[in-house]
């Protein structure tokens, strides 16, 4: 037995394997690096009962027919290489009765017929391929008493041959079909069933209330779909629902009374819908949910106060909808403990800010360390499930920050986020408890009626990246403490009664001239009003200077000028820390060096006023891409315009062009699925295929990123 799981073992699978472990039964090699193709001398591992290669980087062809020689093989896992699978329609060769079989972006284009004959198969692993059409009814046929897993999910499957109104497997426990093109009606799943995970489809109608009778159903995953009709109010009832996630259909009604049993909710998101009425009182018993959104309904209520008992809820999404009325002082000191994001934008909200709840979520002031990254862990049952223990999924919310809706499709469980937008508050900006929250890294209190001056405590919010205070009626100076903010990458105060001179350096010298519009009282830089009686143009004072090679001048330079924050602002932890940015600073410089041209030391000295550091800046920013052209797969929703998205706009800034369609000059696909039809395109025409992190780390960096470093991969378990 060789067992060498998530070893970060790089480089080929060794051909001496067949020479010197001849007997060996079991072979591991899961969640490496490993590269190149699997060798031919594997198969005459002819002990072998059970092999997992899936999640590395192995490339090549591999003829499925090779594995009739492993008469012995239960267990295979394939998936979630650069590996073509090719399997023969005619061949007479027998293959092994497979157990798990798990062949997840093998470029397959059909469903292997050697399934008709797999008699014995529990657990089935077709995602990420290109898969068109319908599911054969010879499948099931042959698995109808053995299949427990079946993952079908980011194909181009319609439905199922003769439509079957329920599901043929009997015994099926996990169910994902997921980002395919199913339509019809929901099909009713066994009474076994612990996973229903069918989002990104073309389903239509309406849940039916026999989903209710599912007494082992843990995670229930409709979102993205054309479904309708009022949510069976017994939905609410069952006692063993972890995750129920309905978002962007077309559910109307009431949203049904949660957790009036014992219960096991963790997650509820029934966003994008058009519910109504008021939001269940019952929904304080439910004591694990750690979620809830159920934002852009039409929802008419008060704050919802007694959710506060609710012990571990980090995120509570009540954005675009009819909330109303004054939110007032918390019964105690402990309500929301564990509150991490909280928005209620777009409501109707008014009097004074919270602020006696914001002083009790202690969550905002710190960063608890948590090892995984993502939020939701569901246990299986391992008595009645062999082939897997748990299933891990996370939160996806899209949120207006930095003045644009910014998609996260794995919600960070370190993120820290208030949003007020739009509503109608009033009074001032409470200084000591706001500046508390030094973990915060967004805040929107824009578009409402907050009067006062900026608190110069918000400067103590160190992990802070986006700040809104726009279309307010804020007066007095923007405090210099915030010239302190790092991260800072999105700021906006427009629309007020500020006064008096923009503060000078270091993110301040990035953000433009809309940040500060409608206020007649600001001047300075980068607006064209001059401060009178003052020394507005100076550059602010050093905190490094860089002698020029060339002129012998000592160049004053306030570094931080150019430390853009990073979308999500976790980069810069995630990649390298302080090292990383040790390294940026040194390419600059020498980059900065570069693109001066020779001048003397009194010319550099009496243009040094006029020269705009920012122009400066997207001069030598727009070489790190220059040259490659982007086209962006399935990473924007069809129904907004790709060239507004986030990512198009920092390829844009960084050099690259970007096209909408692939065409023989596209140099990179970024994708996040390898098994769809452009990411196959990339790699059959040798174009670069990479993650999006490419993009994002070489934003943070200013320099160009190995694009091997940054490849697609699909976490799946074998």
Request: proline share 5%; hydrophobic share 35%; charged share 20%.
């Amino acid at each position: 037995m060789h067992d060498l799981f998530v070893n970060s073992i790089t480089g080929e699978i060794p051909s001496w394997l067949t020479l010197e472990l001849t007997q060996l039964t079991f072979l591991r090699l899961t969640y490496n690096d490993l590269q190149g193709a699997i060798p031919k001398s594997l198969f005459h591992l002819r002990n072998l009962e059970r092999l997992g290669l899936s999640n590395n980087n192995l490339s090549g062809l591999v003829e499925f027919d090779e594995f009739s020689n492993l008469k012995k093989l239960k267990v295979l896992g394939l998936g979630g290489n650069k590996l073509s699978v090719r399997v023969k329609s005619s061949s007479s060769a027998t293959l092994p009765k497979f157990e798990f079989l798990e062949l997840a972006e093998c470029n397959l284009t059909e469903f292997p017929e050697f399934l008709k004959n797999q008699y014995e198969l529990g657990s089935l692993g077709l995602s990420g391929n290109n898969i068109h059409g319908q599911i054969p009814k010879w499948l099931w046929n042959g698995t109808r008493e053995t299949l427990v897993n079946l993952d079908l999910s980011s194909n181009f499957l319609t439905g199922f041959e003769e439509n079957p109104v329920t599901l043929p497997w009997k015994n099926l426990q996990i169910f994902s079909l997921g980002t395919n093109r199913l339509r019809g009606s929901l099909p009713i799943p066994p009474q076994s069933i612990t996973s229903y995970v069918v989002g990104n489809n073309n389903y239509s109608g309406e849940v039916s209330p026999l989903f209710c009778n599912l007494n082992y159903l843990q995670v229930l995953n409709l979102a993205n779909n054309s479904l309708s009709g009022m949510l069976p109010r017994c939905l609410g009832k069952s006692s063993s629902l972890e995750m129920l996630i309905l978002t962007y259909n077309s559910f109307h009604g009431d949203i049904p009374p949660f957790c009036a049993n014992k219960n096991s909710l963790k997650l509820v998101s029934l966003g994008y819908n058009l519910l109504q009425g008021k939001l269940s009182r019952s929904m304080a018993d439910c004591t694990q949910l750690e979620f809830l959104n159920i934002g852009n309904n039409q929802i008419s209520d008060i704050f919802p106060s007694w959710l506060g008992v609710l012990p571990v809820l980090r995120g509570l999404i009540l954005g675009s909808n009819a909330f109303h009325g004054i939110i007032g002082k918390p019964p105690t000191n402990h309500e929301f403990p564990n509150l991490c994001i909280i928005d209620l934008s777009n409501n109707l909200f008014s009097g004074m800010l919270p602020s006696k709840y914001i002083e009790n979520w202690n969550f905002m002031k710190y960063v608890v360390a948590n090892k995984g990254s993502r939020y939701f862990l569901v246990s299986l049952n391992s008595s009645t499930n062999k082939y897997g223990n748990y299933i891990v999924d996370s939160y996806n919310m899209i949120i207006p920050v930095k003045g644009v809706k910014l998609t996260y499709d794995y919600t960070p469980y370190d993120m820290r986020l208030i949003d007020f937008s739009s509503n109608r508050f009033e009074g001032e900006i409470p200084e000591g408890i706001i500046g508390s929250l030094r973990e915060l890294q967004l805040l929107n209190l824009s578009n409402n009626a907050l009067s006062g001056h900026i608190p110069s405590s918000l400067g103590n919010l160190t992990a802070l990246e986006s700040l809104d205070l726009s279309q307010n009626k804020l007066s007095g100076m923007i405090p210099g403490s915030l010239a302190q903010l790092t991260f800072l990458e999105y700021f906006n105060v427009s629309h007020n009664h500020l006064w008096g001179q923009i503060p000078l350096g270091q993110q301040f010298g990035t953000f433009l001239e809309d940040s500060y519009q409608g206020n007649l009282g600001l001047c300075g830089k980068p607006l064209s009003k001059k401060c009178e009686g003052s020394e507005s143009s100076r550059l602010p004072p050093p905190s490094s200077f860089e002698e020029d090679e060339e002129t012998g001048f000592t160049f004053e330079f306030d570094w931080y000028v150019v430390l853009p924050g990073v979308v999500s602002g976790l980069v810069v932890g995630v990649v390298a820390g302080n090292t990383l940015a040790d390294k940026k600073h040194e390419w600059f410089v020498e980059t900065f060096r570069r693109k001066r041209k020779s001048t003397t030391a009194r010319e550099l000295e009496d243009n040094l006023v006029e020269r705009d550091v920012r122009q400066v800046l997207k001069t030598v920013k727009k070489d790190v891409l220059k040259g490659c052209k982007i086209f962006f797969s399935h990473e924007f929703p069809s129904n907004v315009d790709a060239e507004n998205q986030p990512l198009w706009k920092m390829a844009e800034q960084l050099g690259a062009s970007c096209s909408t369609q692939v065409d023989p000059s596209v140099t990179h696909v970024v994708s996040r699925d390898a098994g769809i039809e452009k990411s196959k395109w990339a790699v059959k025409e040798k174009k670069f295929l990479v993650d999006k992190q490419w993009i994002e780390v070489a934003n943070y960096m200013w320099q160009k990123q190995a694009e091997e470093k940054f490849p697609i991969k699909q976490m799946k378990a074998t």
